[in-house]
C-alpha cells in the first residue's frame, strides 16, 4: 500500500473528513514527517474511490459547511485493507524486533 | 502572491483533464491553505520547500510513475534517477567537482557582476533615484563645430519658460550647483556641493529622503521659511555621526544658517553625478548663499515628470519650440563657437546626462564589458580541461556500460544531466555570491553611477555559457567511447580510446594562459603604479603639522566655465590670514606649500661640472618651495643649504643667462655625481624646443622620500615668487595639531570672506592615503592571485591527467634505468613549455590592455608613474612559471613514484 493511501485511510477510519482536513491532520499526526502535496493528495483520495476503499458521502452537519467540498469515509473493504496493512506492518516490526535482538 | 496562485494553476494545466476539473480549485485552494499553515519563524526557507514539493508533485504525477500509467517509469521520475547518479558520480570525485564548482560561481559571479555593472549604468537612473519611465531630464544642446552636440545648461527665463509647460509634465524641477562650506557649528566644516533646487525637485524625481521630508514644493516666499536644507547622506554621516535628530538643527551653509528638514538617501547624489559632499537647499537662498554677480547667473539643468500618457517624444516636440524661442529671445544665449541650441526629453539614465563626462565613464564601462567576458572564457576554459579529465577518467566505465546493453542516448543523457546540473549548482551559487557581492560593492563604492541592478541577460548568458561548456566537454567521452568498439577499449583502456584528448586538452591550458595573462599584466600594472605613487614618511612629526588648502568658494559650471569668483582677490586676503594663524598661540611657524611648474624639459649637466656619471639627458619637473619650506615641513636638507629668502626664483628660469638655485633628491645626485658633491654644480636646458632657458645651480640636496623608484622623473624645487599667493599652507605647531584645526577654520571665515578651508593635519592625511593605499593592493593582489590560482589549477588538471594517461611509458622507462628525478624534470619541463606557449599567445593582447591602462592613467590620475611592458612582463612571467611548476610538481612527484611492476603487471 502506497504511503499517502495509508495515512489518510487512518484519517477517514475516524470520521468523515474533506481534503484539506485530511492533509492537515495527516500533518498533525506524523509530525510534519509526511506532507501531502495537492496533487498527490487528490489523486489517492481518486485512486482510493476507484477501489472502493473510500466513499463521498454527503456532508456531515458541520459548523464550517461548505457546499464545494468534498467529504471522505471509509468503506467496509478500506477497513478491511487498512487491518491488513496495519498486520503486515506488525509482522515487519516484529521482525525487525528480534533481529535487533539476535544482533545484540 | 496572486501571481505565485495563477504559476500554480498553469503548471496544474500538465495534468490530466478530467482529473483537473474535478480537484483543480480544491488544489490550488489548497496550496494557498497550506501556505497559511507554515510556521512564521524561518518562514522564507519553509516557503521555498513548499513551492518546490508542490512543483515537483505535479510535474511527478504529470509524467512520473504517479501519473498512474502502466509499465516503464515517466521521464521525471528518470531524471531524478539521473540527478541522483549524477550526484554520487560528483561524490566519487569530490575535490575535482568541489574545484569545479568553486571556479565556475566565482567566474560565473564575477561576469555576471561585470556585465551587470555595464547593463544598468545603461538603463538604469543614477544611483538613489527609483527606476520610473515617467521621470525625464530636460537636456539642453547645442552642436559645435568640433565636437557636435554638446549639453548646454539652461539660463533663468528658459526655465521659467519651461516650468509654465503643464501640458507635458506633471511636476518639474531645476536645480543649479554651486560651491561651499557647510559647518555643523560643533561637528565641524566640509566643503560641499551646493544644489539649489526649484520646485519639489526630490517628488519630481521620486526619490525618498532616509529621514525627513523634501524640500518644500512650492517655496513660501517667507524667508524664514525657506531657510531650509536636505543634507547628503555622506555630510549626515560627516557631521553628525548619523544621529536621527538632526531633523530641526541649524547648519551654516557659507555662513548662512539654515534648518535641516531631510536626510537624502545613501548613494544619491543628485542628477548630475557631483560626487563627494552635497547638500539641496530652494534656490529663493541664493542671496544669502552666494554673491549677487553669481547667484544672478546661475546655470541650470532641469528634470521632470511626464503626465500619464505622455512620451518623451511628445515632450521633446513642445520643449524644443520652447527652447528655440526663448534662446532667440536672449542675446548672447551661447558660448562663441555653439549654435543651434535646443533642447529634448529622455527618460532619466545615468547614461544621459551629459555626454562629455560620460565620455570617460564608457570607456571604464566597455572595459568592464571586456574584463567580464575575459574572466568567463578564462573561466570555461579551466573547467573545461577539468571535466576532460574528469570524463577520460570514466571511459572504462561508459564503455562498460555500453557493453552490457545501455544503450547509447541513455548514456549520453546521463552525461548531459551532469553537465546541467553542474552548471545549475554554480549558477546558483554564482547567484549568492553576486546578491552578497552587490551590497558589498554599493556600501564600498558610494560613487558609482548607478544602482546596480542583476541584468537578467547577464545571468542568462553567463549561465549559458556555462552549460555550452558542460555539454561540450562533458559529451565528448560518450561520443567518443560510443564510437570505439568496446573490444579495443576494454583492451587497452588508455591507448586506443585517449588518442587525440591531451592534446585538446593542452590546447585549453594554452589558451587559459593566454587569456589569464592580460588580467594579471593589468593588475600588475595597476599594482606597480599604486605601489609607484604611494610615498610615506616625506614629512617629519606629522601630528604637528597641518595643511590648509583654500578654495574659491563657489564656481559656476556651465556656460561661463572658467569664471570663478572670490569675494576678495587672495592677494588681499592671505597676507592677513597668515599673520593670524601665526599669532594663534601654538604655531610655530606657516610656509606656503610647494607649488607645481609642471615640466620644466630636457637638461644635461654642464661638460665641466660631470663627475663620472653618464651623460645623460633628463626630463626635469620643477616645484617651487618658499623659504623656510623644508625645515617647516622637516624634510631634511642632507647637503648644501635650504632655499631662502633672496634666492633666484622661478620667475627668472625663461631668462637666458640666469643661474636659478635649485634643491635636487639625493637619488638624483647619486645618479649624476655618484658620491662627489653636487653643490655648485650646474645642469643646462638642452635641446630646442625649451620653454625654460636659465641654468640650474644645485644649492642642496634633500632626503628622498621612502620607496622612492630609481626611475621616477627627477624633481627639482626651485624659490617660489614672492609675488604670487599660493593658497595651500603648512603649519608648524608646537604640540599635538588637532586642537588647532577647528581655531584655523573659524579664522578662515573671519578673515577670508568668499574662501573656504580645507583643514587638516596632515598626519589625518597620511593615514587616510595609507588606508587607500592597502585598500587598493590588497584588492589588487587577491585578483591577480585568484586569476593565478585558476590557471594553476587548470595547469594541474592537465599535467595530473597527463601521469595518468602515461603511466605504462612511465613503467616501462623505470624499468630501464631511467632516474625517478629526469622523468619528474620531464613533466616539470612540459608544464613549463605550456605556459611560456600560453605567455606567447598572450602578449600582444598585455600590451594593447598595458597601453590602454597607461593611458589612462596618466589622463584621469596624473601623479601615477607609467609601467612600461618590461617590468610587467617579467613579473607576469615569472608568475606563470612559478605557477606551472608548482603546479607540475605534485603530478610529476606522482609520475617518479609510480611502481614499475605494479603498472606492468596491471598493464
Not at chain 2, 27 to 42: F, Y
Not at chain 2, 268 to 293: H, I, K, S, Y
Not at chain 2, 306 to 318: D, F, H
Request: glycine share 10%; with cysteine; hydrophobic share 50%.
Amino acid at each position: 500500500m502506497k504511503k499517502p493511501w495509508f495515512h489518510i485511510l487512518l484519517v477517514v477510519a475516524r470520521e468523515a473528513v474533506h481534503g484539506a482536513e485530511i492533509r492537515r491532520r495527516v500533518d498533525e499526526e506524523t509530525a510534519g514527517d509526511v506532507t501531502l502535496y495537492p496533487v498527490t493528495l487528490y489523486r489517492s483520495l481518486d485512486e482510493l474511490t476507484e477501489r472502493g476503499l473510500i466513499e463521498e458521502t454527503p456532508h456531515p452537519a458541520a459548523a464550517d459547511y461548505n457546499e464545494k467540498r468534498r467529504y471522505y469515509v471509509i468503506t467496509a473493504r478500506g477497513r478491511e485493507a487498512l487491518a491488513a496493512e496495519a498486520h503486515a506492518l506488525e509482522a515487519a516490526a516484529r521482525m525487525a524486533h528480534a533481529v535487533l535482538k539476535e544482533a545484540r | 502572491m496572486k501571481a505565485r496562485g495563477r504559476w500554480f494553476r498553469l503548471l496544474l494545466r500538465l495534468l490530466p483533464s478530467p482529473f483537473r476539473r474535478r480537484h483543480g480549485d480544491a488544489m490550488a485552494t489548497e496550496l494557498e491553505q497550506m501556505k497559511r499553515d507554515l510556521g512564521p519563524s524561518p518562514r522564507r526557507v519553509a516557503l521555498l520547500r513548499l513551492y518546490l514539493g508542490a512543483t515537483w508533485d505535479v510535474l511527478r504525477h504529470a509524467f512520473g510513475t504517479g501519473a498512474g500509467r502502466t509499465g516503464g517509469s515517466g521521464w521525471v521520475d528518470s531524471l531524478g534517477a539521473d540527478a541522483r547518479f549524477a550526484l554520487r558520480q560528483f561524490g566519487r570525485r569530490w575535490a575535482t567537482t568541489l574545484t569545479m564548482l568553486a571556479i565556475l560561481s566565482v567566474g560565473m559571479s564575477v561576469s555576471i557582476l561585470l556585465f551587470s555593472f555595464v547593463h544598468s549604468y545603461a538603463t538604469r537612473p543614477p544611483r538613489g533615484v527609483p527606476a520610473s519611465e515617467e521621470v525625464v531630464r530636460i537636456r539642453g544642446v547645442q552642436s559645435s563645430a568640433v565636437y557636435g552636440a554638446v549639453v548646454r545648461t539652461f539660463g533663468e527665463e528658459e526655465i521659467e519658460a519651461y516650468r509654465a509647460l503643464t501640458g507635458p509634465f506633471e511636476e518639474f524641477t531645476a536645480w543649479a550647483d554651486a560651491t561651499g562650506t557647510v559647518d555643523a557649528v560643533e561637528g565641524g566644516t566640509v566643503t560641499s556641493k551646493i544644489t539649489m533646487v526649484t520646485g519639489d525637485y526630490f517628488g519630481a524625481i521620486g526619490v525618498r529622503p532616509a529621514l525627513g521630508g523634501g524640500l518644500p514644493a512650492e517655496p513660501p516666499g517667507d524667508a524664514t521659511l525657506d531657510r531650509v536644507v536636505v543634507l547628503g547622506y555622506g555630510i549626515w554621516d560627516r557631521l553628525f555621526g548619523r544621529d536621527p535628530g538632526v531633523l530641526g538643527r541649524t547648519v551654516r551653509v557659507n555662513g548662512a544658517p539654515l534648518t535641516v528638514v531631510g536626510v537624502a538617501p545613501p548613494g544619491f547624489m543628485g542628477l548630475n553625478r557631483l560626487g563627494g559632499f552635497q547638500v539641496w537647499t530652494p534656490l529663493a537662498n541664493r542671496a544669502v548663499l552666494l554673491p549677487e554677480d553669481v547667484a544672478s547667473d546661475l546655470a541650470f539643468r532641469a528634470a521632470a515628470r511626464l503626465r500619464p500618457g505622455v512620451t518623451p517624444e511628445a515632450a521633446t516636440a513642445v520643449v524644443a519650440g520652447v527652447a528655440e524661442r526663448v534662446t532667440r529671445a536672449m542675446d548672447r544665449p551661447l558660448a562663441a563657437d555653439m549654435r543651434d541650441p535646443t533642447a529634448d526629453v529622455v527618460v532619466l539614465r545615468s547614461a544621459n546626462g551629459d555626454p562629455n563626462f560620460d565620455n570617460d565613464v564608457r570607456m571604464q564601462v566597455i572595459s568592464f564589458g571586456i574584463l567580464g567576458l575575459l574572466v568567463l572564457l578564462v573561466t570555461c576554459a579551466n573547467v573545461s580541461a577539468l571535466l576532460m579529465s574528469l570524463a577520460a577518467a570514466r571511459r572504462q566505465e561508459l564503455v562498460i556500460r555500453i557493453s552490457i546493453g545501455a544503450p547509447r542516448r541513455r548514456i549520453v543523457r546521463q552525461l548531459l544531466t551532469e553537465s546541467a546540473l553542474l552548471a545549475t549548482l554554480a549558477g546558483g551559487a554564482a547567484l549568492a555570491i553576486v546578491w552578497y557581492g552587490l551590497r558589498w560593492t554599493m556600501l564600498r563604492f558610494p560613487s558609482l553611477p548607478a544602482d546596480i541592478a542583476v541584468a537578467p541577460a547577464a545571468v542568462a548568458f553567463t549561465f549559458g555559457a556555462a552549460l555550452l561548456v558542460g555539454l561540450l566537454f562533458g559529451l565528448a567521452p560518450a561520443l567518443h567511447a560510443t564510437g570505439v568498439t568496446i573490444g579495443s577499449a576494454l583492451r587497452d583502456s588508455s591507448a586506443a580510446v585517449a588518442g587525440g584528448r591531451p592534446k585538446l586538452q593542452r590546447r585549453l591550458v594554452v589558451a587559459q594562459i593566454a587569456l589569464t595573462q592580460p588580467l594579471v599584466v593589468a593588475l600588475v600594472a595597476v599594482l606597480l603604479m599604486v605601489i609607484g605613487s604611494f610615498r610615506t614618511g616625506q614629512y617629519e612629526q606629522t601630528d604637528r603639522l597641518i595643511a590648509l588648502d583654500l578654495n574659491a568658494a563657489a564656481v559656476n559650471p556651465g556656460a561661463n566655465f572658467d569664471e570663478s569668483w572670490s569675494a576678495r582677490p587672495l592677494e588681499e586676503v592671505l597676507p592677513g590670514l597668515v599673520a593670524a594663524i601665526e599669532g594663534l598661540p601654538g604655531v610655530v611657524d606657516v610656509v606656503p606649500q610647494a607649488g607645481s611648474l609642471g615640466a620644466l624639459g630636457a637638461y644635461q649637466v654642464l661638460p665641466e661640472d660631470r663627475a663620472g656619471g653618464e651623460v645623460e639627458t633628463l626630463h626635469l619637473v620643477g616645484s617651487t618651495a618658499a623659504p623656510g619650506y623644508f625645515a617647516t615641513t622637516g624634510i631634511e636638507v642632507v647637503r648644501g643649504r635650504e632655499l631662502r629668502a633672496g634666492d633666484v626664483d622661478a620667475g627668472a628660469l625663461q631668462e637666458r643667462g640666469a643661474a636659478v638655485p635649485v634643491l635636487i633628491g639625493s637619488g638624483l645626485a647619486e645618479r649624476l655625481w655618484r658620491g662627489a658633491d653636487p653643490v655648485g654644480r650646474r645642469l643646462q636646458p638642452v635641446g630646442d624646443s625649451m620653454r625654460y632657458a636659465a641654468e640650474l645651480v644645485v644649492a642642496g640636496v634633500i632626503a628622498d622620500p621612502d620607496r622612492m623608484p630609481a626611475d621616477a622623473t627627477p624633481e627639482v624645487y626651485v624659490a617660489a615668487d614672492p609675488r604670487s599667493a599660493n593658497p595651500d599652507l603648512f603649519i608648524r605647531t608646537a604640540a599635538d595639531a588637532d586642537p588647532l584645526v577647528p581655531q584655523i577654520r573659524r579664522l578662515v571665515t573671519g578673515q577670508a570672506s568668499g574662501w573656504t578651508a580645507y583643514v587638516t593635519t596632515v598626519a589625518a592625511l597620511e593615514a587616510e592615503s595609507l588606508a587607500i593605499y592597502r585598500g587598493v593592493t590588497r584588492a589588487l593582489l587577491g585578483a591577480g592571485i585568484m586569476a593565478l590560482l585558476l590557471s594553476a589549477v587548470g595547469l594541474y588538471a592537465v599535467m595530473a591527467f597527463s601521469v595518468g594517461q602515461r603511466a605504462r611509458e612511465i613503467a616501462v622507462r623505470r624499468a630501464v634505468g631511467a632516474p625517478a628525478e629526469k622523468i619528474a624534470a620531464r613533466f616539470v619541463g612540459e608544464g613549463v613549455r605550456l605556459g611560456m606557449v600560453g605567455l606567447a599567445i598572450g602578449l600582444p593582447v598585455s600590451l594593447v590592455a598595458l597601453r590602454v591602462l597607461n593611458g589612462i592613467m596618466l589622463e584621469g590620475l596624473s601623479g601615477y608613474p607609467g609601467v612600461g611592458l618590461p617590468e610587467v612582463t617579467a613579473v607576469v612571467v615569472l608568475l606563470v612559471v612559478v605557477t606551472a611548476v608548482a603546479a607540475t610538481l605534485v603530478p610529476a612527484g606522482r609520475a617518479a613514484a609510480v611502481d614499475p611492476a605494479e603498472v606492468l603487471r596491471r598493464g
